[in-house]
């Protein structure tokens, strides 16, 4: 799309604009000579300018109209007009209909022939706009709110039944199994069920629920931590839709009385999936959990998690050590396993065994020798982890440490010169200590092998896109002031050393009745405002004055207190600083950290 005379237009635009310096624009030219990429790809891989900008200039350059789409609102009634698998096959997005005509947003607006068939397909005339693909298929994957509407089309009139009486579950026939497994064959159900987990995996959702009610059935996603609610269907096809996922995940489909955990690989595009689940039986049928695992997903860097400052130099600190142990703390889904599995990233070498063993095996990591937990044969964390230990590890990391039988070998493991990952499930990272007495570890034998105590929750992330500051109210300038005001810089002098303490990049200094905060309006790529998650930590090391606090079995306030004095930052200190950095919003610390 991009022709000569585009590039010339493209350079005469950004010089005019004084968009690059003169100097910088003459290098990319030749490097895009040198590789045979466009001026404005090499533009962006050198960050000069932004994905969205060199659409802009491409739009400008060509003389095309440009959709600017992380700034529009588009209803589902023209969303729909072009059909899901017509714009992904196309990369074109329908935004509006202005004088009888559909204005649609597309990758290359030249294609002619896509103009055509897109136009027949919708019955309008098409005006085509220049947007940039990630825009497009943002819009695209928000096709999950016609889900309800594509799942009923794909189900059609046909009448699933065998409902079975909630009270009589136990006296489901033999025939009535036979009649459901040819039903669960069947087309619509199987597409049902494949546009469910295909809208879960496109919107980024950890869960599906498949929750049954009195009259229907109702369908919600696990996204960023939150539940929505995406649909219902007619509680007729809850059987045929159970059944389905009991024959995916090799359960029994004949038991109603007893709950079920199973698994499966779902793929999609380029995409593997595995999914995990949990079947349950409730008041009024079956509930299902499936967790999806992308295993396409890169694994995050330490860096990238949210941990700034003194935080990331503790850690950085105990995995440094040959010995020792290091334990992440917080409740299920706080994305504890994900700080373990960046931490292998960090240390991982050719040089050491890194050995883990997990329920479920989340993520493969190319390196590392992985065992899945499988209680049915015998296979727990602790025997498991007598077995590592006879296969010359130096690293092990042990999913979670349950009982006093598993956090004695992980202790053993520690002084044996192995250093020894874990997660614990306390409220904070304080709250390790404690937990470790009360599984009769000796305090002498904890204040020995804990190197790095960790505590953590996620917080949604403000969308960059529609991100907008706002003045804090008086209420919000309080709390702030509360929580970190002996924290922030005093006057200008303090800044710097204060940010760079921190590991922050901007930092206001102390106030009394004003702050900068941000937050996000709702776009095409995100929910509400907000995209993605990060972490807030709390961190600190065993000391001399830890020692002596464990000899007296203090209690997790105690610990709380001397790790304060020692330095460390709780959560929502941790939360609060990233509120004024940009990061999050004053309501999702509040949400995920208010006990503190």
């Given amino acids: 799309m991009i022709t000569d005379q585009t590039q010339r237009e493209i350079e005469q635009i950004i010089l005019q604009n004084a968009i690059v310096e003169p100097a910088r624009l003459d290098e990319s030219k030749i490097e895009a000579a040198k590789t045979g990429k466009t001026l404005v790809e090499v533009l962006v891989d050198k960050k000069l300018i932004t994905k969205d900008d060199s ?39 329908a935004f509006a209909i ?65 409902t079975p009486d909630k009270n009589k579950l ?94 499966a690989i779902y793929r999609v595009g380029n ?34 998690l949210g941990l700034i400052g003194r935080n990331y130099e503790l850690i950085q600190k105990g995995m440094k050590k040959p010995h020792g142990m290091i334990l992440s703390t917080g409740p299920t889904g706080s994305g504890k396993s994900t700080t373990l599995y960046a931490i292998i990233q960090e240390i991982m070498s050719p040089k050491i065994n890194i050995i883990t063993l997990e329920d479920p095996i989340e993520y493969k990591m190319e390196g590392v020798n992985q065992m899945q937990v499988n209680n049915e044969v015998g296979l727990t964390f602790a025997s498991g982890l007598r077995s590592i230990l006879r296969q010359d590890p130096n690293v092990i990391m042990v999913g979670e440490i349950r009982d006093h039988e598993t956090a004695d070998l992980a202790v053993q493991s520690s002084l044996t010169g192995h250093l ?56 919000a300038v309080k709390m702030i002031n509360n929580i970190v005001g002996k924290i922030l810089p005093k006057n200008q002098q303090e800044v710097q050393s204060k940010a760079q303490s921190l590991g922050l990049a901007h930092l206001p200094i102390y106030s009394q009745n004003a702050y900068t905060l941000y937050k996000g309006k709702g776009c095409s790529d995100c929910q509400d405002g907000y995209s993605g998650r990060s972490g807030l930590f709390e961190v600190f090391e065993m000391n001399g004055a830890m020692e002596q606090l464990l000899l007296t079995h203090a209690t997790t306030s105690s610990i709380q207190r001397q790790a304060q004095i020692d330095g460390m930052l709780t959560m929502q200190q941790d939360g609060i600083l990233k509120v004024l950095s940009g990061v999050t919003t004053l309501q999702e610390v509040a949400r995920v950290a208010s006990d503190y």
């Fill in 170 to 263: 136990e006296h489901f026939g033999e025939e009535d199994s036979k009649k459901l497994k040819t039903i669960v064959q069947d087309a619509p159900i199987t597409r049902a069920l494949n546009s469910i987990l295909e809208y879960a995996i496109n919107a980024h959702a950890s869960d599906v629920h498949i929750e049954p009610r009195e009259n229907e059935l109702k369908i919600r996603f696990r996204v960023d931590g939150i539940l929505q609610e995406v649909m219902s269907l007619p509680k007729t096809i809850e059987p045929a839709l159970v059944s389905r996922i009991k024959i995916l995940s090799k359960l029994k489909i004949d038991e109603h009385r007893m709950a079920q955990d199973g698994e």
């Fill in 420 to 475: 020894v990952l874990s997660t614990l499930h306390t409220n904070s990272a304080a709250g390790v200590l404690p937990r470790l007495l009360d599984m009769k570890i000796e305090p002498f034998l904890i204040a020995s092998t804990i190197n790095t105590c960790i505590g953590q929750r996620l917080v949604r992330k403000i969308c960059d896109k529609c991100k907008q500051p706002y003045n804090a109210s008086p209420a």
């Fill in 55 to 93: 659409v802009k200039l491409t739009a400008l350059a060509a003389h095309f109209p440009y959709a600017d789409l992380a700034s529009k609102n588009i209803g589902n009634d023209i969303l729909s007009i072009i059909p899901k698998e017509d714009a992904l096959e196309n990369v074109a997005v």
């Fill in 271 to 304: 995409k593997e999936v595995d999914l995990r689940v949990a079947i349950a039986p409730i008041s009024y049928g079956e509930q299902v959990v499936i967790r999806l695992l992308d295993k396409s997903n890169n694994l995050f860097k330490l860096a990238s």
């Fill in 98 to 162: 202005e004088d009888g005509k559909l204005n649609v947003a597309m990758e290359d607006p030249e294609n002619l022939q896509a103009i055509d068939f897109l136009s027949r397909k919708s019955g309008y005339q098409i005006k085509p706009f220049l947007a940039s693909r990630d825009q497009i298929l943002g819009w695209v994957n928000r096709y999950q709110s016609n889900l309800g509407t594509e799942v009923k089309e794909v189900l059609g009139d046909q009448e699933v039944g065998l």
